[in-house]
C-alpha cells in the first residue's frame, strides 16, 4: 500500500509539472513578438483615413435598421433560400433549365409577397447579369431607394460597387454603413485596417468584434490576423477553428 502510495504521489507530481510545463508553453506561444513588418501608423489611401481616422464607433447591430418582413414575405422568402441550398449542394443542378426557371418563379413570388429581400437578391442578381440597358437603370433606382430607407446591406452592396472607381463616395457609403450595423461593411473596413494601420488597430478589434457578435463569420479571419500580429498565436488559431 505504501508502495502504491508513492506512486501515485510521484505520478500525480508528473503529470503536475507536464501540465505546468503545458502551460507555460502555451502561454509562451501566445506572448511572441509583434508582425508588424514595414506597416505604417497609417493607411496609405487618404479617403480611407480621412473618413475612419477619428470615427467614433458604436457598435449597433443591422436589425435595428432592417425593414422587418411580414410573415408572407419571409415565408416566401425563406422557401427561394431553401430551394437555393439545394441546388447549390447537388452538381450541375442549375444547368437544367427546370430547376433555373423555378428558382426565378420562386424568386418573383417572394418579390410579390412583399420580401424586401426578395427585392434586394433581385436587384442584384440584375446588376449582375443585366437583361438589358432599361433593367439596370431600373435595378439602379431600386437600390438607390433601399439606400435612401437606411436598409443596411443595400447601402453596404451600393459602397462595394465602387471600389476602384470611386473611392471617397465608397468610403462614405462605408461609414454609413457601419453606422447603421452593417456586419459586412464592419469586416470589410475592418479588415482593410488590420494589415494597413497600425495607428487604427483599436478601432478595426471594434469593428470585427461587433462583426462577430451579429454572428458574421468572415470578421474572424481579420481578428485572427490582429491577434497573429500582435503576437498572440495561440489566440489566433483559436479564432480562425
Known amino acids: 500500500m505504501k508502495f502504491t502510495s508513492f506512486s501515485a504521489l510521484v505520478l ?5 509539472c507536464g501540465a505546468a510545463s503545458a502551460a507555460k508553453t502555451f502561454d509562451d506561444f501566445n506572448h511572441g513578438p509583434t508582425a508588424y513588418d514595414s506597416m505604417g501608423e497609417l493607411a496609405t489611401e487618404p479617403h480611407l483615413v480621412a473618413e475612419f481616422k477619428d470615427k467614433k464607433f458604436v457598435c449597433r447591430s443591422e436589425e435595428a ?12 422568402f425563406r422557401q427561394l ?22 428558382r426565378e418563379d420562386l424568386l418573383a413570388a417572394a418579390v410579390k409577397a412583399g420580401s424586401w429581400k426578395a427585392v434586394w437578391l ?16 431600373q435595378a439602379n433606382a431600386t437600390l438607390q431607394k433601399m439606400i435612401d430607407q437606411g436598409v443596411p446591406i443595400a447601402t453596404y452592396t451600393w ?40 495607428a487604427m488597430h483599436p478601432l478595426a478589434k471594434t469593428l470585427l468584434e461587433c462583426a462577430v457578435k451579429q454572428g458574421y463569420a468572415p470578421a474572424y479571419a481579420s481578428l485572427g490576423k ?16
Open 12 to 16: 500525480s507530481g508528473l503529470f503536475a
Open 159 to 198: 459602397a462595394s460597387s465602387l471600389y476602384g472607381r470611386d473611392y471617397k463616395t465608397m468610403y462614405s457609403l462605408l461609414s454609413t454603413a457601419v453606422d447603421r450595423g452593417s456586419p459586412q461593411a464592419m469586416t470589410l473596413i475592418g479588415g482593410t485596417l488590420v494589415p494597413q494601420a497600425r
Open 65 to 76: 435598421a432592417t425593414p422587418q418582413e411580414s410573415p408572407a414575405a419571409a415565408a416566401a
Open 122 to 137: 433581385d436587384t442584384v442578381w440584375t446588376l449582375r447579369y443585366p437583361a438589358s440597358p432599361e433593367a439596370t437603370t
Open 81 to 102: 433560400v431553401d430551394y437555393a441550398a439545394i441546388g447549390d449542394a447537388k452538381d450541375h443542378f442549375w444547368q437544367d433549365a427546370g430547376n433555373k426557371k423555378k
Open 226 to 241: 490582429l491577434a497573429w500580429m500582435e503576437g498572440h498565436r495561440l489566440d489566433a488559431y483559436r479564432l480562425w477553428a
